[in-house]
């Protein structure tokens, strides 16, 4: 769970500096930061979620949350394009930035509260 928070800090930390860009160069360096970001979240999230599929019903969980994935983005998108529409330039930047670090601490908070949890089960054992 700390390489998924790592990783989404890392996604979400670029749409901040997104106004500060001023050459092509920069935004480079920031596409690699988010791509990092990016292989952190994408093979820790992706384990994650294998652990707890039933077991011979993989593949329909796995198209319920491809699904739901490609659903939330359209919506989000629409909500954020028409949110963005209605203020400043970069906005939306700003937002995803701020919700990916939101997130990540979140999951940030239940790794540790897991963690905990399997500390107390072995010691009542």
Not at 4 to 23: E, K, T, V, W
Not at 24 to 48: C, D, E, M, P, T
Not at 80 to 88: N, R, T
Request: net charge neutral; proline share 2%; hydrophobic share 50%.
């Amino acid at each position: 769970i700390l390489f998924l928070a790592i990783g989404n800090c890392l996604m979400g930390f670029p749409y901040l500096l997104y106004p500060l860009i001023d050459n092509i160069g920069f935004y480079y360096v920031l596409q690699i930061i988010f791509g990092i970001g990016v292989a952190f979240n994408i093979i820790s999230w992706r384990k994650l979620f294998a652990k707890h599929l039933d077991r011979n019903k993989e593949g329909i969980e796995y198209g319920i949350y491809e699904l739901i994935m490609g659903i939330a983005i359209v919506i989000f998108g629409l909500i954020g394009g028409k949110l963005a529409s209605l203020s400043q330039e970069y906005f939306e930047y700003v937002i995803v930035g701020i919700g990916v670090i939101m997130i990540s601490s979140s999951l940030l908070s239940i790794g540790l509260n897991v963690e905990n949890q399997k500390a107390i089960e072995t010691q009542s054992k």
